[in-house]
């Protein structure tokens, strides 16, 4: 346990512990039974490389303060860029609106809370010089070129990402944050006797510059390389429907759509989520257990605290094929009677905090992946994608393919590309049929919308069949 | 307020100039914004902000970099462009990142665009929450509802943009929306959902918050049965509010970025015929109350009306300082404004009682396109056409196929163009569109 007062996040959002116990006075001034006040400051540094020079270089800086004032499942919210005593207690009473009634709070004495950091980095990316970023990108740039002849344009991406969050709650307890990211990514358009094609890959990690290793780097770019080619190959698959073989590692964007923003406590608290009468219940064959995980060392996903200051979590959603919990922030977390599952994430100050994933992916299977392909006489098998999406009371969801195989006779044959998949979330986990013993993480830079917020996440699945009932959007 | 946001500015590129850049731009923005939502009964959540921000773009000998900070203590600010020109300093040299060229700041319009009501400005909470309350209620009579919100969002914004060749300007303006989204009980578990949202710089454009929220219930409702239909070939009705989503992708591949990357599907195709002459699409950044008009645009360039496609034929590419030159062609403008169609003479339900078999698409579930080939694949919802008629609804359906052939299938444009959006696409029906479903 330490106090606010020798933490040095109080040095750099300058406040101390009279002008945080006087904002959360403020905001409970009218009756709330709970108030946050959420510090953030964050720096980001960007470079884009076109045409082989970095052509645009951009720095960010963004501060400010977040308060929110609940009462029941209702909140005040509001926030303040100036971190000035009185702009931050007018942000309070704006917040405490929410509220109607009078009440007086005493100011209460702040404990901190320690938590463990799953992404311990050596230096900050404060604390790295322009200078070393630069080579890292061209050096993308220079790797791509050389893979292939046909290769006409590379751009390289460059992101990352130094957060810092101070929480205080109305409970006493104050709980800090340093939060590293950064991304690389590389695009390739290729051109072959006048036909042309791009694709991309990223690597996005709460990594600092040590993980950019020449290995590490070079893999992202053969990802791009390979993903490109190959498009020259492929067809649109036939339309409709027929069984889809989703490979390991990014497919589980099919678990982030069809399950996990279902299973986020606010949609069922509010019944609106297709899975608000389902809890307990067996929606899934014995071997699937899927789990959303805030521990996962570096990962895109992983969180020490969530943005309400809750330690994080390993959250097992379906356990045995049984829908086991849901994804709860405090306000869902207290309607339900349940403990929170440090699911509670924002945007920025700017955003009010709601259940959401952070890294979600299913456990290993039974199968083999030999077995599983064996298994479909026509379909296709899911490789790389772009984006999904969700309609949480319906059930349906989407997830875009970018690169694909058929499947004919038991055997991988001809490549696809571009084809869009629309199912049913309960549906696609009754007619899960098989899953391998291969189940790995994707570090691509995924982000999830929701109500206009984006956060990282990350996503996993082992080899796994969903048998006849979701629909290729193919051609015929 | 203006002239603040003037000298901050005007400030920040006088610094950027003393620390050692050729030539600066800087745009400092203030928003505000209230956001109240309300749900069965009670209000849920009261959002209010009020945000500012300072952007820079340095032109510092032959290099280039853009910055952004919320902290606009004069100190801060000092040393964030003292350090950025510093960076700048170790970055390649770029030929072709020049500042715009100041004549393209010239003949800047100042007709009315009547961006901004003050009726917005001085919207009293009770307003809101009356509406919020009527709303409520008009959701809430029917006893399928599991559950109904409703929002109302207000807000103004003002933008100050100077740069160190001579230009100067200030862009402000209101916007005000509200809707409701619905959530029926169907089934054991089934939870159909839809919604209806209106958005407009002045209040007296928006229809009464009760004729939006009973939008929102009936489209609800007339989402209960809704079954996935077969695969084939059928004509595919666009509704309004869907068919943004469509032009926006397809305007993605006339960027001059798009084009000079090589990953434009509609490189090469200017005064070619890539749609059926239906087409004919105007960029108006001038239209009276437009959500996206301007005097300007993000360079500075000066605003003027475009014909980007003519009954079928590419007239422009959207194209700016950087990669123009990189091309070698003239900056027409970077960003579109607010696309409008040469209407036809029926709305959607005159071009509905015309088709034999097809679908009419109310809205997008996820999908993309490939920009650089064209191809697309989308996942909608919306309901069957058979012999005229509006029959049930659909779900868990896609759509597939390039854009090249769809915009050349484009056999109907309506007259009932999307008001509330800046993509104003009316009803746009395509023969022979590829379907997926069981």
């Known amino acids: 346990m330490h106090t606010l007062e020798t933490h040095p996040f109080a040095t750099l959002f300058g406040i101390d512990e009279s002008v945080v116990a006087q904002a959360l006075s403020e905001a409970m001034s009218r009756g709330a039974e709970f108030a946050d006040l959420y510090f953030q400051h964050v720096r980001t540094t960007s470079l884009s490389l076109e045409d082989g020079i970095i052509s645009r270089a951009s720095t960010g800086v963004d501060q400010g303060v977040g308060i929110r004032a609940v009462i029941g499942d209702q909140v005040g919210y509001a926030f303040s860029e100036s971190l000035e005593a009185d702009a931050i207690y007018v942000a309070a009473r704006t917040a405490a609106a929410i509220a109607e009634g009078t009440k007086n709070v005493p100011p209460q004495h702040l404990q901190g809370r320690d938590v463990d950091n799953y992404y311990a980095i050596d230096r900050g990316w404060d604390e790295v010089n322009i200078t070393e970023r630069l080579p890292l990108v061209q050096s993308a740039e220079t790797m791509t070129r050389a893979m292939d002849p046909s290769i006409e344009k590379v751009s390289v991406g460059w992101m990352d990402r130094d957060e810092r969050v101070l929480i205080v709650t109305s409970d006493g307890v104050f709980s800090t944050d340093r939060r590293p990211m950064a991304t690389l990514y590389c695009s390739v358009t290729a051109n072959k006797n006048g036909v042309r094609q791009s694709n991309g890959a990223s690597v996005s990690r709460r990594e600092g510059i040590d993980y950019f290793t020449e290995e590490n780097i070079r893999e992202v770019c053969h990802k791009a390389v390979d993903r490109t080619m190959i498009l020259f190959e492929a067809q649109r698959p036939p339309a409709g429907e027929m069984p889809v073989v989703l490979a390991a590692g990014a497919s589980g964007i099919l678990l982030h759509e069809a399950i996990g923003h279902g299973l986020e406590a606010d949609f069922n608290r509010k019944g609106t989520s297709i899975y608000a009468t389902m809890m307990n219940e067996k929606v899934a064959p014995d071997f699937v257990t899927i789990v959303d995980d805030g521990l996962q060392e570096n990962d895109r996903g992983a969180l020490n605290i969530d943005d309400e200051g809750q330690a994080t979590s390993c959250t097992t959603l379906i356990e045995n094929g049984v829908l086991k919990s849901y994804l709860h922030d405090r306000i869902s977390a207290k309607h339900y009677g349940v403990s929170p599952t440090g699911s509670g994430r924002r945007e920025s100050f700017r955003h009010v905090p709601m259940p959401r994933m952070r890294s979600t992916y299913m456990l290993d299977g039974p199968h083999s992946r030999d077995e599983i392909i064996r298994a479909v006489d026509y379909g296709i098998i899911a490789d790389t994608f772009t984006n999904g999406q969700v309609q949480i009371g319906a059930g349906d969801f989407t997830f875009y393919i970018k690169n694909g195989w058929l499947i004919e006779g038991g055997e991988i044959t001809a490549p696809i590309k571009d084809v869009n998949i629309i199912g049913n979330g309960p549906e696609a ?16 830079s995924w982000t999830c919308g929701k109500n206009g917020q984006g956060v990282p996440v990350s996503m996993g699945v082992p080899t796994m069949l969903v048998e006849k009932s979701m629909t290729v959007g193919g051609v015929n | 307020m203006e002239r603040e946001l003037l000298q901050q500015a ?234 943004g989503r469509l032009i926006g992708a397809i305007w993605g591949a006339l960027q001059a970025h798009s084009i000079q990357q090589n990953r434009s599907f509609l490189a090469d195709k200017k005064d070619a015929q890539i749609a059926s002459s239906l087409l004919t699409v105007t960029d108006d950044p001038l239209m009276v109350r437009g959500l996206a008009s301007r005097h300007y645009d993000g360079e500075g360039i000066s605003a003027k009306r475009r014909c980007v496609v003519d009954q079928g034929v590419l007239q422009m590419y959207y194209v700016d300082t950087y990669y123009g030159r990189k091309l070698g062609w003239e900056p027409t403008t970077g960003t579109s404004s607010n696309l409008v169609f040469a209407p036809g003479d029926k709305d959607l339900n005159g071009l509905i009682a015309e088709i034999k078999d097809g679908f009419h698409v109310t809205s997008w579930l996820g999908g993309n396109a490939d920009t650089t080939t064209g191809d697309f694949s989308y996942g909608f919802r919306g309901f069957r056409i058979a012999n005229g008629r509006k029959m049930g609804a659909v779900s868990e359906m896609n759509i597939a196929g390039n854009f090249l052939d769809l915009l050349q299938n484009l056999v109907a444009v309506g007259n009932d163009p999307n008001v509330y959006s800046s993509l104003q696409s009316p009803t746009l029906v395509f023969d022979n569109v590829a379907f997926s479903g069981k």
């Open chain 1, 429 to 444: 986990l009754k007619n899960v049929v098989m899953a391998a013993g291969d189940a790995v993480l994707d570090d691509g």
């Open chain 2, 10 to 243: 005007e400030q920040a590129v006088e610094q950027a100039r003393r620390a050692g850049a050729n030539n600066a731009i800087a745009r400092v923005r203030d928003e505000n914004s209230t956001e109240y939502t309300y749900r069965d009964g009670n209000i849920e959540q009261v959002q209010q902000s009020a945000t500012r921000g300072l952007s820079i773009q340095l032109y510092v000998n032959g290099r280039y970099s853009t910055h952004q900070t919320s902290d606009l203590r004069a100190a801060s600010v000092a040393r964030f462009i003292e350090d950025a020109v510093a960076l700048t300093q170790h970055l390649a040299e770029d030929p072709h990142r020049i500042i715009p060229d100041s004549a393209l700041y010239a003949n800047r319009p100042d007709t009315d665009l009547q961006s901004d009501d003050a009726l917005v400005r001085d919207l009293p909470r009770e307003a809101c929450i009356e509406w919020l309350k009527k709303m409520d209620a008009v959701t809430h009579t029917d006893d399928r509802v599991v559950s109904a919100t409703a929002d109302v969002y207000y807000g103004w914004n003002t933008s100050a943009r100077v740069s160190s060749n001579g230009f100067s300007g200030i862009q402000n303006g209101t916007s005000i929306g509200y809707g409701a989204s619905v959530t029926l009980k169907e089934g054991e578990h089934g939870r159909p959902e839809d919604h209806r949202y209106v958005r407009a710089h002045h209040l007296s454009d928006l229809p009464d918050p009760e004729t939006v929220a009973r939008e929102g219930l009936d489209r609800a409702i007339s989402r209960l049965g809704s079954e996935k239909a077969p695969s084939g070939r059928a004509t595919m009705v666009v509704d309004p509010e869907a068919g």
